[in-house]
């Protein structure tokens, strides 16, 4: 055979295998898809989510698949004094249908490329079909590349529509979402994004705006538990909230997560920032709050996390739910190994300002037992420290005590009582006996400060061993007994 014609049988068994190619690996995508349904469509007590595969059609370049996700409500609470739990609620169900190309397609080459959106059934007769009429509330376009690698994007579009006639009048506009996510072949990392510029809703009883939705993060498998670690933020550049007349709002919201893992130890911390948040005439500014939780067992986090890989094997939902109610019960099976390794709660940043005037707190509580005995409150030890304006403390006890002062009245039918006045006075009475009892400090800057000890089932402030808050009439009731010639009685 010549040159030429061995060229040109190259050529068509090359052509014979791209044609070929893509049923070839639609067989392999179709096998590989029902295997990864069956793998982890099953419940379980820590993913109370079950997916099963309702259809799947091959085609030549492309295939067509539906899949039902149902998701188990929790266990039903407790119904009155004998104990015994509710009826069970029926499992969210929900079907998606997904678009599968096979290779080669219009957005480039790569394995498969899945494009999943909610089916037309799931959606008829929902609040959900109603308000986005006939556009797709929510695509999710998956390709996994050639390396195994996957990485996806979300997408709701932007819609506005008027409330349903039966919920009052009103008008809701969703502005939209946007997300993405990464997964590397290895399965050991993954990141993700979800952005949206906000949601509206406007109705008889008052109106609600969030603005600005921003939420990334990085996640990794660590290296030494196999636990999930990493950082996430969540930002909120604005929320208002109208509601029969009292008004609340915030401006520039953040929320940090970390989680790390050294030395067969897990420390997680949770950051919240904010510019400004105010509710009717108050206003708290620079927010700023970092709490650490330190110490953790990472094996015995692991452990507990395994645990609830535990398949849901139930048939009936009230043989699901005592699954579900038993491994709620887990966690508490490796608390003796979690507290063997002294865990401790930390707030190690906290902060803000209340109409200009700074507020400081901070503290440190630990758990100082043997991880033996069955646990008690005094096996906890902290101390902790609050220092706050005082128009700031004399406010929040006359909103207190104008409300008891105000049900007292009700109950007498007393009309003449001013509860407001009475209020003012006692919470004046309150402070007063709080710095005499030695309970409050009074600074120079016109805070008080307060620090807190907790060791070996004591609680002393300042020093002093607390014994309770003195009431707001101890002076008056002070000043009667020693008029009828008894002994005064501390009051807490």
């Not at 898809?33 to 007590?45: C, H, K, P, V, Y």
């Not at 709002?249 to 400004?276: F, H, K, T, Y």
């Amino acid at each position: 055979m010549n040159a030429k014609a061995l060229l040109a049988s190259g050529m068509v068994a090359a052509g014979a295998a791209l044609v070929a190619a893509p049923w070839l690996l639609g067989q392999r995508i179709e096998r590989e898809f029902r295997q990864g349904i069956e793998t982890a469509g099953g419940a379980s007590l820590g993913t109370p989510v079950r997916i099963s595969l309702l259809s799947y059609e091959r085609g030549f370049y492309s295939s067509t698949a539906r899949t039902r996700v149902d998701i188990l409500p929790e266990p039903a609470a407790p119904d009155g004094e004998d104990g015994e739990h509710g009826k069970p609620e029926e499992p969210f169900r929900l079907d998606l249908d997904h678009r599968i190309v096979h290779g080669l397609g219009t957005s480039g080459i790569h394995y498969a490329r899945v494009i999943t959106t909610l089916a037309p059934e799931s959606l008829q007769g929902s609040a959900l079909g109603r308000f986005f009429g006939d556009a797709q509330p929510l695509t999710i376009t998956t390709t996994v590349g050639l390396t195994g690698a996957t990485q996806g994007q979300l997408h709701s579009p932007a819609a506005r529509n008027r409330l349903a006639a039966d919920t009052g009048e009103g008008e809701i506009i969703w502005q939209g979402l946007q997300g993405s996510f990464l997964l590397p072949a290895d399965g050991q990392s993954s990141e993700f994004s979800l952005d949206s510029a906000g949601l509206q809703a406007e109705g008889a009883m008052g109106s609600a705006r969030f603005d600005g939705l921003a939420v990334r993060g990085r996640m990794y498998k660590g290296a030494e538990s196999g636990l999930w670690l990493g950082d996430t933020s969540t930002e909120l550049a604005r929320a208002e909230l109208q509601m029969m007349g009292s008004g609340f709002a915030m401006d520039g919201l953040r929320i940090l997560g970390e989680a790390r893992e050294a030395n067969g130890l897990v420390s997680s911390s949770v950051a919240w920032q904010s510019r400004r948040i105010g509710f009717g005439a108050d206003e708290v500014s620079d927010l700023a709050l970092r709490m650490t939780i330190s110490n953790l067992d990472a094996a015995a986090l692991k452990a507990y996390e395994d645990s609830m890989q535990q398949p849901l094997t139930g048939a009936s939902p009230e043989q699901i739910h005592q699954q579900m109610r038993a491994g709620q019960e887990m966690l508490a099976r490796q608390m003796p190994r979690l507290l063997a390794k002294k865990p401790q709660l930390t707030i190690e940043q906290s902060g803000f300002k209340f109409n200009g005037a700074a507020v400081n707190l901070g503290g440190k509580l630990r758990y100082a037992g043997n991880g033996k005995d069955p646990f008690s409150p005094a096996d906890l030890a902290g101390e902790a420290h609050v220092a706050l304006p005082a128009p700031m403390l004399a406010g929040i006890l006359r909103k207190r005590l104008e409300t008891q002062a105000q049900a007292q009245a009700l109950l007498s039918e007393d009309e003449s009582v001013d509860a407001s006045a009475l209020a003012e006075e006692a919470s004046r009475q309150m402070i007063d006996g709080l710095v005499q009892q030695g309970l409050l400090m009074a600074e120079a800057d016109g805070r008080y400060r307060s620090d807190f000890k907790l060791e070996q089932g004591a609680f002393t402030i300042n020093g002093l061993p607390f014994q309770g808050l003195p009431s707001a009439g101890a002076e008056a009731e002070a000043d009667d007994q020693a008029g009828d010639g008894s002994e005064p009685e501390a009051a807490y």
